[in-house]
């Protein structure tokens, strides 16, 4: 390991700036591996800082200085200023405002971390967040300093004919007798440098424009790669209605005359919010029926409204310093949640997004990386974009709504973008704005911002038939975290329903006479207790409905109890949850008696009630689907908590698959036939949900192996008409190994060799494949001509895949799994740190391994932690998991 230890940066440490810079002016001259950055800066001292006698601190990495100016005269090395590997510092600047120019060179061939400006398949990109502009300009990379933007860009016309930056464009010529041209953009409203965006090269592009509710037209624009132009219109209708349903929910308005999207091959992330310019991965732009699943569609939509929402929640509103990071992303992935839930079913969003925060974010909560939601401290900011602060950062604005209400919640909004626009803010001012509208005492709900840990909740319920009441006794438990063992009580809402043996909800009143019409009960101490009163009969509990709260549950239930919810409760989520409570409930048995070399004959009630709901045509097909969906391998594997033993829970999955298709052999070949495709494709949510239906009953019906079960997934293969149907049987034929699985593959490949996005989900099926051979594998594909470890999609594609959605096969006893990502992680840090430490999380859950596993997993751990020249990012997660 590294013998200089990173330091952590804190935020009980934060001071305001020393100066700050009111407007920039750049001027970018492209060329491959040597791009000049003039950058004018006007600088004033920060009067809410005592600046006086501090020397100006500036960011810089990776830059050649090549002339600084102050006012205008040459500044001198060593006397005037020093210079280091991490930035440059002028010793004495002038009391009042002043001019800095500097111009500097740089390679965006060779930038192969994709942070500041880099060039790839010719296409020269930025990505400025969280601390990439500092690769492109000296400059105060902070995002409480903010700052109007001219920028002048330049290139060659043959490599870069389209020159974008963010706000309106200006004006463009060409230089050079036209082999040269330039344009220039103005971004009037003033923004932090990680909001700073530049683009040049070859696209093809989609026009179309919208009109704001006040009147004013807008410009809107898609570029994606020559040729693909057709692929782009999903997107550029996902925008609009993500333009009309902020103005519509929010009142918020885009505020320059255009929008422009742009997608790249190589992005390390998924999308980035850049004003006026955001840039995306293509994988979340590119969408047609023949290439893209109804997920990608999905995500499409709901990426593209993600990234439009931060014009106000993370744009004009930004964050005082990194540790306020959830103030902007926990708040804009509420939004986009909230918006899918309306443009599609919103319980089957809800379920959707609660099965992602228990598969992230959870674990994250339960393991080496536990944090706040709101960080205390950080080693490299990259490692915290994490589960925690987005998915849970979204659930703790779930629950201020549910707290104050929602029209408290709206006026909350909108005291908050009156207040703060164009401010940095911070979660106390956010909070402080629902304190006032709602007359509530936020004080203790804070605490979710400054704890870690998922709490748990130990419930339950007596029943009383003479006094016809019943005792609701509920305890809060707050696991122990690194570097937090004490905690403080959580303000926990709790929506509850008391469901009568008519399957209806009875009245909540409590015994001081108060009637719970919201049906929220608030959880505010360690131990609390609820007397319902009024109960002529005994109710079961449908607890934390809606998933009010992000927390585990435990209330001692009867199998009855389960199978009674799945068939009663009002509430469409809590259906759900009882037949997931029941599945995972049933695996653990499976998987108990699989340790003790038993055979458990658990699962028929289980299965018969699983039956009764999918037969109910009342409920929408993809809601169907989602009660069709056992828990998956790791969803059991962290019920289970402790020595897990991967094989198990595998041969557990499937026994309980294999008797859910076989008891419902008849209602599976009922659905998967009146569920098929009918007319010409159609990317809506309720064609999507007939499709996840039908793709769910054939991904049970194959668990059987018969033969003809075979054939089906075959068949669904070589007659699919769109994507989605494609893929899915390929990852079925995939998992089931042998010739078929031979030949869909060779199939696919031939028919999407040239596609680079299609084929990643070649490397995907084989990547998550359970037959045994898939290390070698995955292995092996690491060397084929279409796989790429320069290219995060790639990365993510085979080794990402294989290493979180593969449990069985990433957890081999014998420590083949661990080596092979391990490798992985070392090769891919020495040039792109970010992506590598994203790929180590997958050991996150070690400890809960069974020794073999947890002492071959440990190894592969030591092995990245003595690689030489680690990362910040590797070292601070490798450091953390294996820390005791
Ligand atoms: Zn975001």
Same mark, same amino acid.
């Given at each position: ?460 319920? =007596?029943?009383? +038939? #003479? !006094?016809?009441? %019943? ?7 707050? @696991?122990?975290?690194?570097? *937090? ?118 699962? =028929?009630?289980? +299965? #018969? !009630?699983?039956? %009764? ?7 929408? @097909?993809?809601?169907?689907? *989602? ?258």
């Amino acid at each position: 390991m590294r013998t200089d230890t990173p330091r952590a940066i804190r935020l009980k440490d934060y001071r305001p700036p020393a100066f700050l810079i009111d407007h920039v002016d750049l001027d970018v001259a492209l060329e491959p591996a040597r791009t000049r950055v003039r950058a004018r800066l006007t600088v004033r001292p920060n009067p809410g800082a005592a600046a006086d006698m501090e020397p100006l601190r500036l960011d810089g990495e990776h830059l050649e200085l090549d002339l600084i100016r102050l006012d205008g005269k040459d500044l001198r090395l060593g006397t005037d200023y020093d210079i280091s590997d991490v930035g440059l510092t002028i010793k004495a600047p002038p009391r009042g405002a002043f001019r800095l120019e500097t111009v500097t060179y740089i390679d965006p061939d060779a930038n192969k971390a994709l942070q500041g400006l880099y060039r790839s398949r010719g296409v020269y990109c930025t990505q400025c967040e969280a601390q990439g502009y500092r690769r492109i300009t000296y400059f105060v990379d902070r995002p409480d300093v903010l700052s109007t933007y001219r920028v002048r860009i330049e290139a060659d016309v043959e490599q870069a004919p389209v020159l974008l930056s963010n706000g309106n464009p200006v004006e463009r010529g060409t230089l050079d007798r036209g082999r040269r041209h330039y344009a220039i953009w103005h971004d009037p409203h003033p923004k932090p440098c990680y909001l700073f965006a530049l683009v040049g090269g070859r696209f093809g592009s989609i026009a179309s424009s919208f009109e704001t509710m006040s009147g004013r037209k807008v410009d809107l624009g898609v570029y994606v790669e020559p040729g693909l132009e057709a692929r782009a219109h999903w997107a550029m209708d996902s925008l609009k209605r993500a333009m009309r349903w902020d103005e519509q929910r929010f009142g918020r308005e885009y505020d320059l005359d255009v929008f422009n999207i742009v997608a790249v091959s190589d992005f390390n992330l998924g999308a980035m919010e850049n004003k006026g310019l955001n840039i995306f991965n293509d994988r979340l732009i590119l969408a047609s029926p023949d290439t893209a699943t109804d997920m990608m569609f999905e995500a499409i939509e709901s990426v593209v409204a993600h990234e439009y929402f931060h014009n106000w929640t993370g744009n004009r509103i930004t964050c005082r310093d990194w540790f306020q990071l959830c103030l902007k992303e926990g708040l804009t992935v509420f939004r986009d949640q909230e918006f899918s839930g309306d443009e599609r079913s919103a319980t089957v969003q809800r379920i959707t997004d609660v099965r992602q925060l228990r598969a992230h974010q959870f674990p994250e909560d339960a393991g080496p990386m536990a944090h706040p939601v709101r960080p205390s401290s950080y080693i490299e900011i990259n490692n915290f974009y994490t589960a925690t602060v987005y998915e849970k950062g979204a659930e703790l604005v779930r629950m201020l709504r549910t707290l104050v209400g929602a029209t408290a919640f709206r006026a909350g909004m909108d005291l908050y973008f009156t207040r703060h626009d164009g401010d940095a803010a911070t979660i106390e001012q956010f909070l402080d704005c629902f304190a006032l509208t709602s007359g509530r005492d936020l004080t203790q709900f804070m605490t979710w911002y400054e704890q870690a840990g998922t709490p748990q909740l130990v419930c339950s319920l =007596a029943y009383d +038939a #003479r !006094a016809r009441r %019943a005792e609701f006794a509920v305890e809060q438990v707050l @696991p122990p975290t690194p570097g *937090e063992t004490r905690k403080r009580p959580q303000h926990i809402p709790v929506k509850i329903g008391l469901v009568g043996p008519d399957g209806r909800d009875m009245p909540l009143r409590l015994d001081n006479g108060e009637a719970i019409d919201d049906g929220v009960i608030h959880v505010t101490r360690r131990r609390q207790h609820f007397t319902f009163t009024g109960l002529t009969a005994r109710p079961v509990a449908s607890l934390l409905r809606g998933f009010s709260a992000p927390v585990n549950l435990t209330i001692d239930r009867t199998d009855r109890d389960l199978e009674f919810l799945m068939a009663n409760d009002s509430d469409l989520f809590n259906r759900w949850q009882a037949a997931n409570s029941y599945a995972t409930r049933t695996l653990v048995q499976i998987v108990a008696a699989l340790k003790e070399g038993r055979r458990s004959s658990r699962g =028929a009630a289980y +299965a #018969r !009630a699983l039956g %009764a709901s999918i037969r109910d045509d009342k409920l929408e @097909p993809a809601y169907r689907a *989602e009660l069709l969906k056992l828990p998956t391998q790791s969803d059991i594997a962290r019920e289970i908590g402790r020595d897990v033993d991967t094989d198990h829970i595998h041969r557990a999955h499937r026994q309980l698959s294999r008797l859910v298709a076989t008891t419902l052999a008849a209602e599976l070949a009922q659905l998967y036939k009146s569920m098929s495709n009918k007319g010409a494709f159609s990317p809506d949510a309720k064609s999507a949900g007939r499709r996840a239906l039908r793709n769910a009953v054939l991904t049970l019906l194959v668990q059987r192996g018969e033969p003809k079960d075979i054939a089906l997934a075959v068949k669904h293969f070589e007659s699919a008409t769109n994507m989605t149907d494609e893929a899915h049987a390929l990852f079925l034929l995939a998992a089931a190994g042998g010739r078929v699985r031979d030949a869909a593959l060779e199939r696919f490949y031939e028919r999407w060799r040239h596609d680079h996005l299609v084929i990643d989900t070649w490397f995907a099926a084989q990547a998550i494949s359970p037959q045994s051979d898939t290390v070698d594998r995955v292995r092996a594909l690491t060397t084929h001509p279409l796989f790429s470890i320069t290219t995060p999609n790639k990365v993510r594609a085979l080794v990402g895949n294989f290493a979180t959605m593969n449990p069985v096969q990433f957890n081999r006893p014998d420590g083949t799994g661990y080596q092979l990502v391990a490798e992985q992680v070392l090769a891919i840090d020495r040039f792109n740190p970010q992506v590598a430490a994203r790929l180590l999380n997958c050991y996150r859950s070690w400890r809960a391994l069974e020794p073999t596993r947890r002492r071959a997993a440990r190894k592969a751990l030591a092995r990245v932690a003595a690689g030489p020249h680690l990362s910040r990012d590797v070292y601070e997660i490798v450091s953390r998991m294996l820390d005791t």
